[in-house]
């Protein structure tokens, strides 16, 4: 992180840290949404609810899913846990969340 | 699992060395690394002296601080401690404290991240505050003490500099508040009747610990006419009986300071703090009706508050769900009848209690002020 005096520069330091990660590529797009499953995941935040459920409502009638579900994250704070995140993956095409403060 | 690849490094343009005579002070502001006051350049020789206080080993990873991630390893503290302007002596402190902020429990990621004002608070127990010179008396919450202030201001650069923590960036609080700068105190044990927050928890009074709790500014409690501890608690009761603070709406703990003048009152009494805290609880809260607003914008339940609380309108809502999420400390200067009340976050957070050594308190059960707990 150090750099060194030498050849008339000054010690600087970088107190960033490392950041550490791998790159995860992103699910290609669904050509189409009539006819797959879709899942909502309710972040639990005051108004998540009512604004997933008109949204859900409107897309619903309009495109026609070929099942939804509905599905709420322990806390809007934290990451969803890993089952549900994977039982999410394993029964649904699509997902739709919403922050809804 | 350990992340595979480095994703992000810093950029070699930006570490490029300035050339000698370069106001370092003025060098560290541009590049992005302060929290707005001017910081201490580190030089090979104060940063070398602060990890020898960490135990060396510049390399070793104490902990990943979010949202950002960054490694913090000992080299990096060592850097954030100079620039706060630490001495040597307040490393193992600061090192504690980010351990604690890096549980799990303490979701740092999302204190980090929320529109909510939330600071982490740090409340030092133990020998070491009066090693390093702590403040726990006249002014505790304000300026004046270097450990105080410095070590307080390491938390914030580490999570500015390491988490990226950075205002309108990934730290969203609407309005923040001023311990952000820097939000750090130490119980005064010498004048307080009770026993110690870190006793009361299990630790030996020979232990020095770190207690973090993610908090609103404290909010001021006068009480200069009551001779008794219901008068005074009633008062603290009525600061924390509102609807407006976080725990109001989402639970979770909260922290009360007694000033001494009000914990002696109170102790003369012959309570202990089992009793301050049953008392505090039982008697703060709002009723169901006002957090709903009478329900006049569409009926409200509130996720936030605990399954098994009763939503009928007159229901009584606790502040907290139970004594044990009030958290008790004796601070401040020996004149002066005041207290004051700390809301948290939320039920998004935990406080976290850990030893600055990473010692574990006494097997078994331990008993305070005639209370044992297992």
Redesign the interface.
């Known amino acids: 992180?150090?750099?060194?005096?030498t050849g008339?520069?000054?010690?600087?330091?970088?107190?960033?840290?490392?950041?550490?990660?791998?790159?995860a590529a992103i699910a290609p797009r669904a050509r189409q949404l009539k006819g797959l499953r879709l899942a909502v995941l309710d972040n639990?935040k005051w108004n998540a609810n009512k604004l997933l459920r008109q949204s859900l409502k409107r897309l619903d009638e309009e495109i026609g899913f070929a099942a939804v579900n509905y599905y709420r994250k322990e806390?809007?704070?934290?990451v969803a846990a890993p089952e549900l995140v994977g039982e999410i993956a394993a029964n649904n095409d699509l997902l739709l969340t919403a922050i809804g403060? | 699992m350990e992340p595979a690849a480095v994703a992000e490094l810093p950029r070699a343009d930006e570490l490029a060395p300035p050339p000698q005579g370069t106001d370092l002070v003025e060098w560290y502001f541009a590049k992005g690394f302060s929290d707005g006051f001017p910081v201490v350049p580190p030089t090979p020789a104060k940063v070398a002296a602060m990890l020898a206080a960490l135990g060396g080993e510049p390399e070793l990873l104490e902990c990943r601080v979010p949202p950002r991630w960054g490694g913090l390893t000992r080299e990096v503290l060592a850097i954030n401690l100079v620039l706060a302007g630490c001495l040597p002596d307040y490393a193992p402190v600061v090192r504690a404290a980010l351990l604690a902020l890096c549980d799990t429990a303490f979701n740092l990621n999302g204190v980090q991240a929320t529109t909510h004002m939330a600071a982490p608070l740090l409340v030092v127990n133990g020998p070491v505050r009066k090693i390093i010179g702590m403040n726990a008396g006249c002014n505790v919450f304000g300026s004046g003490n270097r450990a105080n202030a410095t070590i307080g201001r390491a938390i914030r650069l580490i999570l500015l500099n390491v988490g990226g923590g950075w205002p309108g960036d990934l730290d969203k609080s609407t309005l923040g508040h001023p311990g952000k700068y820097t939000y750090c105190i130490a119980e005064n044990e010498e004048e307080s009747p009770l026993a110690p927050y870190h006793v009361e928890h299990g630790y030996a009074a020979e232990q020095s610990t770190v207690f973090l709790l993610a908090a609103e500014p404290p909010h001021s409690v006068t009480n200069h006419v009551a001779n008794d501890p219901e008068g005074i608690l009633d008062s603290i009761c009525s600061a924390m009986s509102t609807i407006a603070n976080n725990n109001a709406v989402s639970s979770g703990h909260c922290a009360v300071v007694l000033g001494p003048e009000h914990a002696r009152t109170i102790a003369k009494a012959g309570w202990k703090r089992q009793d301050i805290r049953a008392y505090l609880w039982m008697y703060s809260g709002n009723r169901f009706r006002d957090l709903a607003f009478d329900h006049r914008y569409g009926k409200i339940y509130n996720r936030n508050l605990p399954v098994w609380y009763k939503r009928e309108p007159d229901s009584r809502i606790p502040i907290v769900p139970s004594p044990d999420h009030i958290h008790l400390f004796v601070a401040g200067g020996n004149a002066g009848r005041f207290s004051a009340f700390i809301p948290g976050w939320g039920h998004m957070t935990s406080p976290v209690l850990r030893a600055i050594d990473g010692s574990v308190g006494p097997d078994g059960a331990f008993c305070v002020d005639g209370t044992c707990a297992v």
Not at chain 1, 8 to 23: F, I, K, L, M, W
Not at chain 1, 75 to 78: A, H, L, V
Request: no cysteine; glycine share 8%.
């Open positions: 992180m150090a750099k060194t005096t008339g520069v000054e010690a600087v330091y970088d107190p960033r840290g490392r950041v550490d990660a791998a790159a639990t806390s809007f704070s934290k403060d």
